[in-house]
């Protein structure tokens, strides 16, 4: 998964998952997610996570990280994105799809 220099450019809510669109590429996430700042965390679903996500339209990527336990995205103002891979938050299949600007698909 290739999105650093990459630029958040929308945030789409399809019933119970996001997907995060970077000016071509696109992550959808199916597991429960979270922003933190400093020492601050919000999760999906509390009060404020969707006015947290969308205020990171329009930042960098700086670096990804994908673990067995977690995908997290950082970006320029410091806040990141984290979703969990923990086998206990799987609601199906796959934890997240993300597809490339050829159209190409990985699953995790």
Same mark, same amino acid.
């Given at each position: 998964m290739r999105l650093e220099g990459e630029q958040l450019s929308s945030v789409e809510y399809v019933q119970d998952y996001v997907q995060l669109r970077f000016n071509g590429p696109c992550? /959808?996430?199916? $597991?429960? +997610?979270?922003? *933190?700042?400093?020492? /601050?965390?919000? !999760? @999906?679903?509390?009060k404020g996570y969707c006015d947290a996500l969308c205020r990171l339209?329009? +930042? *960098? #990527?700086?670096? *990804?990280?994908? *673990? !067995?336990?977690?995908?997290?995205?950082?970006?320029? $103002? $410091?806040? #990141? @994105?984290?979703?969990?891979? +923990?086998?206990?938050?799987?609601?199906g299949s796959e934890a997240f799809c993300f597809t490339d600007p050829s159209g190409n698909q990985w699953v995790g």
């Open positions: 992550l /959808s996430a199916y $597991n429960p +997610h979270w922003i *933190t700042s400093g020492q /601050s965390k919000i !999760e @999906w679903g509390e339209i329009t +930042h *960098t #990527v700086q670096k *990804t990280k994908l *673990t !067995e336990r977690e995908l997290a995205i950082a970006f320029d $103002n $410091n806040e #990141v @994105w984290t979703m969990s891979l +923990h086998d206990t938050d799987y609601r």
